[in-house]
């Protein structure tokens, strides 16, 4: 196939194998080193120890996900700049060892938020969900962040205590557990007071001042990036709008814009997520594929279902509000586009992103990686496979992606 299969793997203790990955089809892994702190510097020797052990089963290692951005970074306070040197030194680091795109994000305080890690659907399989109405309750009630009602209609508000006051005190725990905790391959062991401390650190910081920030933290490793020979590419922010009064600044094309002009290189790219923009009506995937497709250098395929009170689920790859015909299709033009103009990273790697808990993996015990049970990706990854195919076959514009 055109676009190269890959398949997120959180390291040796991910109940989903890399011999299973590789029975997928799959031909490349996404990763990271989880088991390295935030803020720390990646060593060449552990790079390598995971590259070989990929290498060792039949895959590549097509993207880092993720190097994160410590918060000081975010906030430019502590020991910003030792964390922003170490950031360069993993790069660096992680260019010497081949591995060339590297995906972040710049999300403060919290990583992706939903409210149901297992909402159940009407076939039976369960999937991620996220209702205002029950992040209401959780800013207002439990978080008890200062003019939080304020975010909020009356109508949520109300409902938001109902909600609350339906929890018994054991639900009310997971369900906080569930949105502070919930971080990509670990667990930070944060309680409600350690997000209030966070959100502390922003309480001067708007929306133009956390850009800012991000416009320094650019150009302090874009250039170290390109000189290494690794392509950056960020992650939407998930959902694509305000939190906890939190400004989020990669949420859509006006976002995108302003961050490729900060730093205007190849190597400040983007990890193109159809799952965290789609939430959002406003954002047009295919038409924002086809003006920033030059700078695209890993795809997330997945699609949420939008629902008219705010609300969205995580729906089958091929259903829900992503038209992933035109968005697959407008990956494949970005890609012959650069074949012909001899682009040596003409490839595009995509991944299909979360997935439905389903069949046999609703008997197995709850995963720490909430979203990545195998059966609903490979159900995932052979819908996009098919449509790929289907593509490519009915298209002779597109026939030089088949050689």
Wanted: one cysteine or more; charged letters at 25%.
């Amino acid at each position: 196939m055109a676009l190269e299969e890959s398949f997120r793997w959180y390291g040796p203790n991910d109940t989903v194998s890399l011999a299973y990955i590789k029975q997928t089809g799959a031909t490349s892994v996404i990763t990271s080193l989880h088991q390295i702190p935030y803020g720390e510097a990646w060593p060449f020797e552990a790079i390598m120890e995971r590259k070989t052990m990929l290498e060792e089963a039949g895959l590549r290692w097509a993207a880092v996900e993720s190097v994160p951005v410590h918060e000081d970074i975010k906030t430019r306070t502590g020991e910003y700049q030792k964390y922003i040197e170490n950031y360069q030194t993993s790069l660096i680091n992680l260019g010497k060892a081949g591995v060339d795109v590297v995906i972040y994000n710049f999300m403060p305080v919290l990583d992706w938020v939903r409210t149901e890690l297992t909402h159940k659907l009407a076939d039976g399989s369960e999937c991620l969900y996220f209702d205002p109405v029950q992040f209401a309750a959780f800013d207002i009630f439990l978080l008890q962040r200062e003019g939080a009602e304020q975010d909020y209609s009356p109508e949520q508000v109300k409902a938001a205590e109902q909600f609350i006051n339906g929890l018994s005190a054991t639900e009310k725990k997971t369900f906080e557990r569930n949105l502070i905790d919930v971080f990509p391959g670990t667990r930070m062991g944060l309680d409600i007071q350690d997000v209030r401390n966070m959100l502390a650190k922003y309480k001067d910081i708007d929306r133009a001042k956390l850009k800012e920030h991000y416009r320094l933290f650019l150009e302090a490793v874009v250039p170290v990036a390109a000189q290494a020979g690794v392509r950056l590419a960020v992650h939407p922010d998930d959902p694509p709008w305000n939190i906890m009064g939190l400004p989020r600044i990669v949420s859509c094309e006006e976002d995108i814009r302003d961050l490729l002009g900060m730093v205007d290189d190849p190597a400040n790219g983007l990890c193109f997520c159809t799952g965290s923009y789609s939430p959002r009506a406003d954002n047009n995937l295919p038409e924002m594929i086809r003006k920033f497709g030059r700078r695209i250098n890993v795809a997330h395929l997945r699609s949420t279902q939008r629902n008219p009170d705010g609300s969205f689920y995580e729906a089958n790859h091929l259903e829900g509000s992503v038209d992933m015909y035109e968005v697959v299709l407008a990956l494949l033009e970005e890609m012959a586009e650069r074949k012909s103009s001899g682009r040596k990273d003409w490839r595009l790697t995509y991944r299909p992103d979360h997935g439905h808990t389903m069949m046999d993996d609703l008997n197995k015990p709850p995963i720490d990686n909430p979203g990545y049970t195998a059966i609903g990706r490979l159900r995932g990854l052979a819908e996009i496979r098919g449509l790929e195919l289907g593509i490519l076959r009915s298209l002779p514009k597109l026939k030089n992606l088949m050689d």
